[in-house]
């Protein structure tokens, strides 16, 4: 089965940093698309960045650009996301999921929605 497990959440002030991790198995990892995505109170929820596990293409919000830094470990079928200066607004349940490198296009693409796997979030707060 697919599996997908997010963790390194936490609270932190604004300007601090954290690390998140996505740990997977079940899938091929070169043949898919690993992502984030989060979710705040009363919004959509959104993503942030997405790296593919073929050629390593990477695509991030525009929210998030310069201060966000998605990679993959392929030999352990890991991808983390580094976050540097973090703002309130970045606070979330951050999700991570995988799609098949065929609905790979963008964020937004409904093949996350529709054809992605998911897993259990990771809660990030950032506060003063």
């Known amino acids: 089965d697919v599996q997908l497990q997010a963790s390194g959440g936490g609270l932190v002030q604004p300007g601090g940093s954290l690390r998140l991790s996505c740990a997977t198995s079940?899938?091929?990892?070169?043949?898919?698309?690993i992502g984030w995505f989060r979710q705040a109170p009363g919004k959509e929820r959104e993503g942030v960045s997405a790296?593919?596990?073929?050629?390593?293409?990477?695509v991030y919000a525009d929210s998030v650009k310069g201060r966000f830094t998605i990679a993959s470990d392929n030999a352990k079928n890991t991808v983390s996301l580094q976050m540097n200066n973090l703002k309130p607004e970045d606070s979330a349940i951050y999700y991570c999921a995988a799609v098949s490198l065929v609905f790979f296009d963008s964020l937004s693409d409904s093949g996350w929605r529709t054809f992605g796997y998911w897993g259990q979030g990771t809660l990030v707060t950032v506060s003063s």
């Open positions: 079940g899938f091929d990892f070169d043949d898919y698309a």
């Open positions: 790296i593919s596990g073929k050629d390593g293409r990477t």
